[in-house]
């Protein structure tokens, strides 16, 4: 029997690389009347689905040497990359109704990099909040690839963020800076000694992420990894970054995924960045190869060398976790052993000599790209380094205290805040570069973001709608699976003068989703599950279940310009804890079809989010701004509801879900005021690190 050869071209859209329109679009007959009756000419205007070129990368970023509010000078737009969007861990339901599902995703991305790095002249970087060297990188674990690479000769290096959780320790090392601007040593001194964090793993006293996969690299032939707890107080380190040389390039990789199993299947854990509820999370990412990997290669290298390595307690650290990689300690005494890892830790880096433009990574595709970063104000605000200064410099300001200056003649010596050396007054370029961009928005913005808590981001989009833009669509988790604590009231303070706009304006301009799946009544739930059910339009949904968590970090500007990092709308990463974000406009084309990168990710998300996914659903979603219907005219199988929750529709409402509300009759009290929702929220919670002056304005309502 003979076989029918099929035609059928793949869906363009399935390629993140791919530039062509949606073949629905494209490939569509066209009936066309040439005359009329007698001699009359019919004119008729064929309209073909492309991007038309805008030479206006000027337009979408503020100029290379400009500064942002920390005063550091914006980096340089790069001209010729390539981009490629990563959309989540990996496939999961929900991304492939009718085969449309992306055909390459993060995970397997990463691994091809990590892979393709084979000999003594290569390298591989990371930078992560969280490493997990156990994950499934498909068929082997993220450790076998490194150990693989190690013994090729490859240098792997990795800083991971020092995660601690509470403990008796860090109270007095947060607590005691109250007192004062700067404190003695002997002070100092009594809160690092009872805060030994990690040596209290073993007790179940507190419990750190990351420790055994630095031991394990370090114990690589050619491995070494450090954790760095050198935050501003109650910070993280929240870079993902991922930097590899081969012997063709440079690639790099930057968004919102860590190597973390909560990506790629329900871990149902309390560790997981949505504390074990709607995972897989929902997640983008982007690999960058060309000039602008430089920028990121940069970021590793200042972390690295910034980094005093005598400090890394790294025989204490081998010791606490040598039951946990056994497997891995070489036959050899311990104390050689320590001195041959001390000695890798410092050996200079290979990739160093990329920084210089002789080395400089080639054109490799025809995005600009300009990468911008938040790192905290170390020299006003304490946590990252000190300086020790005798206390007579101090106490001599004070005239008043004779007493105490000849304490300080006698050797007192006081403790004083220091930023990182590459950055002292830290650095907000990401702010910068995401507040610019929103400020050139003409006809829609499309936010996917794990927070909105940032009063600065609702000032800029009511600006946008002052302007004229004409939809702005938000997506974010529902409130009930929030790992942010008291973020539920202080988002819905931020989305509430947005959605105002549409009774003010008598037009629906903003939308705000949240992720969910149908529920069915009938099935009977677990204790604390009621909580997450909601009802819609006369419909059961929940909002716990796989794949409803949004963990992106992902702008998108009508259609032409996209930031993809790992900076939430929310304070502390646009002012406080170390972040990094990649703003990706192009120019395309006229002499072809295409369409804009930003374009391109936009169809896709919002394909997978409407269940759209299907050559004729990516037609549909063509325009921005007359597809955004699809978002009030959900169908049935759609994996989004509304935002406003009716069974909490007002602040009074909200006010129960707040962390200490049972003790707002204490905030005046002294000492224990400091209790108060609002200072635990923006000093704690969502803290800014600006330098004094700079900080984000808060909304009416709300104190600092």
């Known amino acids: 029997m003979a076989v029918e050869q099929s035609n059928k071209k793949p869906d363009p859209m399935n390629d993140p690389l791919e530039q062509a329109p949606p073949t629905k679009l494209v490939e569509r007959q066209v009936l066309v009347q040439t005359q009329g009756s007698g001699s009359e000419t019919v004119i008729n205007t064929i309209r073909m689905p492309n991007a038309p070129r805008h030479a206006e990368s000027s337009r979408w970023y503020n100029p290379s040497g400009t500064q942002d509010t920390a005063g550091s000078l914006m980096p340089k737009i790069h001209e010729r990359n390539e981009v490629t969007y990563l959309i989540d861990g990996k496939d999961v339901d929900g991304n492939t109704q009718g085969g449309g599902g992306s055909t390459v995703k993060t995970l397997q991305k990463m691994r091809e990099a990590i892979e393709s790095a084979k000999n003594e002249d290569d390298f591989i970087y990371l930078l992560n909040w969280w490493c997990d060297d156990s994950l499934d990188m498909g068929g082997k674990t993220l450790r076998q690839l490194l150990k693989n690479a190690s013994d090729a000769g490859v240098e792997v290096r990795a800083v991971f963020w020092l995660q601690k959780q509470l403990s008796l320790g860090l109270i007095v090392h947060y607590l005691v800076p109250v007192i004062g601007a700067v404190l003695p040593d002997s002070v100092q001194a009594?809160?690092?000694?009872?805060?030994?964090?990690?040596?209290?793993?073993?007790?179940?006293?507190?419990?750190?992420?990351?420790?055994?996969?630095?031991?394990?690299?370090?114990?690589?032939?050619?491995?070494?990894?450090?954790?760095?707890?050198?935050?501003?107080?109650?910070?993280?380190?929240?870079?993902?970054?991922?930097?590899?040389?081969?012997?063709?390039?440079?690639?790099?990789?930057?968004?919102?995924?860590?190597?973390?199993?909560?990506?790629?299947?329900?871990?149902?854990?309390?560790?997981?960045?949505?504390?074990?509820?709607?995972?897989?999370?929902?997640?983008?990412?982007?690999?960058?190869?060309?000039?602008?990997?430089?920028?990121?290669?940069?970021?590793?290298?200042?972390?690295?060398?910034?980094?005093?390595?005598?400090?890394?307690?790294?025989?204490?650290?081998?010791?606490?976790?040598?039951?946990?990689?056994?497997?891995?300690?070489?036959?050899?005494?311990?104390?050689?052993?320590?001195?041959?890892?001390?000695?890798?830790?410092?050996?200079?880096?290979?990739?160093?000599?990329?920084?210089?433009?002789?080395?400089?990574?080639?054109?490799?595709?025809?995005q600009f790209v300009q990468i911008g970063r938040?790192?905290?104000?170390?020299?006003?605000?304490?946590?990252?380094?000190?300086?020790?200064?005798?206390?007579?410099?101090?106490?001599?300001?004070?005239?008043?205290?004779?007493?105490?200056?000849?304490?300080?003649?006698?050797?007192?010596?006081?403790?004083?805040?220091?930023?990182?050396?590459?950055?002292?007054?830290?650095?907000?370029?990401?702010?910068?570069?995401?507040?610019?961009?929103?400020?050139?928005?003409?006809?829609?913005?499309?936010?996917?973001?794990?927070?909105?808590?940032?009063?600065?981001?609702?000032?800029?989009?009511?600006?946008?709608?002052?302007?004229?833009?004409?939809?702005?669509?938000?997506?974010?988790?529902?409130?009930?699976?929030?790992?942010?604590?008291?973020?539920?009231?202080?988002?819905?303070?931020?989305?509430?003068?947005?959605?105002?706009?549409?009774?003010?304006?008598?037009?629906?301009?903003?939308?705000?989703?949240?992720?969910?799946?149908?529920?069915?009544?009938?099935?009977?739930?677990?204790?604390?599950?009621?909580?997450?059910?909601?009802?819609?339009?006369?419909?059961?949904?929940?909002?716990?279940?796989?794949?409803?968590?949004?963990?992106?970090?992902?702008?998108?500007?009508?259609?032409?310009?996209?930031?993809?990092?790992?900076?939430?709308?929310?304070?502390?990463?646009?002012?406080?804890?170390?972040?990094?974000?990649?703003?990706?406009?192009?120019?395309?084309?006229?002499?072809?079809?295409?369409?804009?990168?930003?374009?391109?990710?936009?169809i896709k998300l919002w394909a997978e989010h409407l269940r759209m996914d299907t050559p004729q659903g990516h037609a549909e979603l063509w325009d921005g701004v007359a597809s955004a219907i699809h978002w009030d005219r959900l169908p049935p199988i759609t994996r989004v509801i509304p935002y406003i929750d009716p069974d909490r529709p007002d602040e009074d409402a909200l006010q129960k879900h707040r962390m200490f509300d049972k003790l707002q009759f204490l905030e005046k009290v002294p000492i224990i005021g400091l209790l108060s929702n609002e200072n635990v929220f923006h000093h704690v919670v969502d803290p800014d690190g600006s330098v004094p002056g700079k900080e984000i304005r808060l909304l009416p309502g709300c104190r600092r």
Request: hydrophobic share 35%; aromatic share 6%.
């Open 374 to 602: 938040t790192y905290g104000d170390g020299d006003d605000h304490a946590g990252i380094d000190q300086d020790h200064i005798p206390g007579h410099e101090v106490l001599a300001v004070i005239p008043i205290l004779n007493i105490p200056v000849k304490l300080g003649e006698a050797g007192l010596r006081f403790a004083r805040p220091k930023g990182y050396s590459f950055r002292p007054k830290g650095e907000q370029t990401a702010r910068a570069l995401i507040a610019h961009a929103i400020n050139q928005a003409r006809r829609f913005i499309y936010i996917e973001d794990q927070y909105f808590t940032n009063p600065e981001i609702t000032r800029l989009l009511i600006a946008a709608l002052d302007r004229g833009v004409e939809h702005i669509t938000i997506l974010i988790p529902h409130g009930s699976i929030s790992d942010q604590p008291d973020g539920r009231f202080h988002r819905h303070h931020g989305l509430k003068p947005l959605l105002d706009r549409n009774k003010k304006d008598g037009v629906k301009r903003v939308r705000v989703y949240c992720r969910a799946a149908p529920h069915d009544p009938s099935v009977p739930l677990k204790s604390g599950q009621q909580e997450h059910v909601t009802q819609r339009e006369g419909r059961s949904f929940r909002v716990d279940l796989a794949h409803t968590y949004i963990h992106a970090k992902c702008i998108i500007i009508d259609d032409r310009f996209a930031s993809i990092g790992s900076v939430n709308c929310n304070v502390r990463s646009w002012t406080h804890d170390s972040e990094i974000t990649a703003g990706i406009f192009d120019e395309s084309h006229d002499d072809k079809m295409t369409l804009h990168f930003a374009h391109r990710l936009r």
């Open 190 to 366: 009594i809160a690092q000694a009872i805060d030994f964090v990690g040596n209290l793993e073993s007790l179940g006293i507190s419990a750190v992420q990351n420790n055994r996969e630095v031991v394990r690299i370090n114990l690589m032939k050619n491995g070494a990894a450090i954790l760095d707890d050198r935050t501003l107080d109650f910070g993280s380190h929240h870079q993902k970054v991922l930097i590899v040389k081969n012997q063709k390039e440079i690639v790099a990789f930057c968004g919102g995924i860590d190597f973390n199993k909560d990506r790629i299947e329900q871990t149902k854990s309390p560790s997981s960045s949505s504390g074990g509820k709607g995972e897989p999370l929902h997640d983008v990412h982007c690999q960058i190869r060309g000039p602008a990997v430089v920028d990121l290669l940069r970021t590793f290298v200042e972390r690295w060398e910034d980094f005093e390595k005598k400090k890394f307690d790294l025989e204490t650290m081998l010791k606490n976790f040598a039951q946990g990689v056994a497997g891995d300690f070489p036959d050899m005494p311990f104390d050689a052993l320590v001195v041959i890892l001390q000695e890798k830790l410092n050996k200079p880096l290979r990739g160093r000599k990329f920084l210089k433009p002789e080395h400089a990574p080639d054109p490799a595709g025809e």
